[in-house]
């Protein structure tokens, strides 16, 4: 759309998605891109995420920017309220889910709906506090135990017995303290003999696009997508989004989501985490897929919904790891022809250099490599390639992990999904 050159975008973010500022540069024609910085004791690591992007403009106040924008972009989660005063105060097209976020945010309120709506869920327990979560714990294994709102505490993560998963609760009180009586929990059973699907388009009200990606997660390692109408999408996949669209029609939620779920052998699919953002895996490769990603976002914002160009039937992607950038700054050395394919976290560029700027958090992927073709096998060995030619100290991607999308693939045929 040549009327995109003519727009102002102004995005405001976690650090998880800075590189969709550089993407939207690539078709409007101001992108402006804001990270909440303040604190009794701000950093001035945080200031500068987003910093020396190409075609962004890195602000360092968001409220001030608001009037001259002609688009507000939120892909992360924790802005609902400031999405609902940019739409109603301000009156500017929002691309945000609102409070349609609550279904990742309040999983337990999630898990409640989808019994009401029909929708299957895996067998669920709640449970208040990390004692009466220990003395349950003592009593099962292998299950999945679940935090709400505050990921920053611990991500999902697996109990097998309580033998191994007791140093892992003397831990998580240390970390939380004096809340760990107060604390909220998710416990559920696993959902097995069963393959693992999300759907990785987007929602505008509720409804969704005439054609998207979708595909496997090589779980923490890779991704693997395809480029389908809608009619073509897996039966069950189509299923969980009808189900889901009540809500976010009534949410009038906008923007990327994910529905991951399981497929078990009898056909149910049991939705396990919806992701009402950018999700992550697969955005890093999304956001390269859609060529006129601009186009998609601009007219959603507006309620409408767009016809996707696909730069590729296909897309892969390898994550990186490193646990040294969780409290280092790390240079990244990549080629000019490969930056657009190299999607960093908290990226900054400072004297011409591309860094990751530390997270001080856990989670040890800092980014991703990607790839889009008109073959899977040609999508994997271009994030092979690409892999190979970018440097950076300990820095881990997971690009041999795509070999693995075979046995997804193979797996996923005998549940009678055709990828």
Same mark, same amino acid.
């Given at each position: 759309? #040549?009327?995109?050159?003519?727009?102002?975008?102004?995005?405001?973010?976690?650090?998880?998605?800075?590189?969709?500022?550089?993407?939207?540069?690539?078709? *409007?024609? $101001?992108?402006?891109?804001?990270?909440?910085?303040?604190?009794?004791?701000?950093?001035? @690591?945080?200031?500068?995420?987003?910093?020396?992007?190409?075609?962004? +403009?890195?602000?360092?106040?968001?409220?001030?920017?608001?009037?001259?924008?002609?688009?507000?972009?939120?892909?992360?989660?924790?802005?609902? #309220?400031?999405?609902?005063?940019?739409?109603?105060?301000?009156?500017?097209?929002?691309?945000? %889910?609102?409070?349609?976020?609550?279904?990742?945010?309040?999983?337990?309120?999630t898990r409640k709906l989808?019994?009401?709506? !029909?929708?299957?869920?895996?067998?669920?327990? *709640?449970?208040?506090?990390?004692?009466?979560?220990?003395?349950?714990?003592?009593?099962? +294994?292998?299950?999945?135990?679940?935090?709400?709102?505050?990921?920053?505490?611990?991500?999902?993560?697996?109990?097998?017995?309580?033998?191994?998963?007791?140093?892992?609760?003397? %831990?998580?009180?240390?970390?939380?303290?004096?809340?760990?009586?107060?604390?909220?929990?998710?416990?559920? $059973?696993?959902?097995?003999? @069963?393959?693992?699907?999300?759907?990785?388009?987007?929602?505008?009200?509720?409804?969704?696009?005439?054609?998207?990606?979708?595909?496997? $997660?090589?779980?923490?390692?890779a991704y693997i997508g395809?480029?389908?109408?809608?009619?073509?999408?897996?039966?069950?996949?189509?299923?969980?989004?009808?189900?889901?669209?009540?809500?976010?029609?009534?949410?009038?939620? /906008?923007?990327?989501?994910? *529905?991951?779920?399981?497929?078990?052998?009898?056909?149910?699919?049991?939705?396990?985490?919806?992701?009402?953002?950018?999700?992550?895996?697969?955005?890093?490769?999304?956001?390269? !897929?859609?060529?006129?990603?601009?186009?998609? =976002?601009?007219?959603?914002? %507006?309620?409408?919904?767009? @016809?996707?160009?696909?730069?590729?039937?296909?897309?892969?992607?390898a994550l990186i790891h490193?646990?040294?950038?969780?409290?280092?700054?790390?240079? =990244?050395?990549?080629?000019?022809?490969?930056?657009?394919?190299?999607?960093?976290?908290?990226?900054?560029?400072?004297? &011409?250099?591309?860094?990751?700027?530390?997270?001080?958090?856990?989670?040890?992927?800092? &980014?991703?490599?990607?790839?889009? @073709?008109?073959?899977?096998?040609?999508?994997?060995?271009?994030?092979?390639?690409?892999?190979?030619?970018?440097? &950076?100290?300990?820095?881990?991607?997971?690009?041999?992990?795509?070999?693995?999308?075979?046995?997804?693939?193979?797996?996923?045929?005998?549940?009678? /999904?055709?990828?």
């Open positions: 759309m #040549d009327e995109l050159r003519s727009k102002s975008v102004l995005i405001a973010d976690n650090g998880l998605f800075v590189e969709l500022a550089p993407r939207l540069a690539r078709e *409007f024609g $101001e992108v402006k891109y804001f990270l909440p910085w303040g604190s009794a004791y701000p950093k001035a @690591a945080l200031a500068h995420v987003g910093f020396g992007l190409p075609g962004v +403009e890195r602000v360092t106040s968001f409220w001030d920017r608001v009037p001259d924008a002609d688009l507000i972009v939120f892909p992360d989660l924790y802005f609902a #309220d400031w999405a609902e005063v940019c739409r109603d105060r301000f009156h500017k097209p929002v691309w945000a %889910h609102f409070r349609g976020e609550m279904l990742e945010l309040d999983r337990w309120g989808q019994r009401r709506v !029909g929708l299957a869920a895996p067998r669920s327990k *709640f449970i208040t506090g990390l004692g009466n979560l220990a003395a349950y714990l003592a009593t099962v +294994e292998d299950r999945w135990v679940k935090i709400s709102a505050y990921r920053g505490d611990g991500e999902t993560w697996h109990h097998d017995t309580f033998q191994t998963t007791r140093i892992y609760l003397d %831990h998580f009180a240390n970390r939380v303290g004096a809340l760990a009586d107060s604390y909220e929990f998710l416990v559920e $059973e696993p959902i097995d003999d @069963a393959i693992e699907i999300g759907y990785d388009g987007w929602t505008v009200h509720g409804q969704f696009p005439e054609a998207s990606y979708w595909g496997f $997660e090589v779980k923490d390692e395809k480029f389908s109408p809608y009619a073509d999408l897996p039966e069950s996949l189509r299923f969980v989004n009808a189900k889901m669209s009540p809500f976010l029609h009534e949410e009038r939620s /906008v923007g990327f989501c994910s *529905f991951e779920y399981r497929l078990a052998k009898d056909g149910t699919p049991y939705l396990i985490d919806p992701c009402l953002r950018a999700g992550s895996p697969p955005f890093e490769v999304t956001q390269e !897929g859609y060529a006129n990603l601009g186009e998609i =976002i601009w007219e959603g914002a %507006h309620g409408r919904l767009a @016809a996707a160009r696909p730069l590729g039937e296909y897309i892969a992607m490193s646990s040294f950038a969780l409290t280092n700054w790390v240079p =990244i050395e990549v080629p000019a022809e490969d930056r657009q394919w190299l999607k960093l976290r908290n990226a900054t560029v400072l004297d &011409g250099e591309l860094y990751h700027m530390p997270t001080f958090g856990d989670m040890p992927e800092i &980014g991703a490599v990607v790839a889009a @073709a008109d073959s899977l096998d040609e999508a994997i060995r271009l994030v092979k390639e690409r892999s190979a030619r970018v440097k &950076g100290y300990n820095l881990d991607i997971k690009a041999d992990a795509l070999d693995k999308a075979q046995d997804e693939i193979d797996k996923a045929q005998e549940y009678g /999904v055709d990828f």
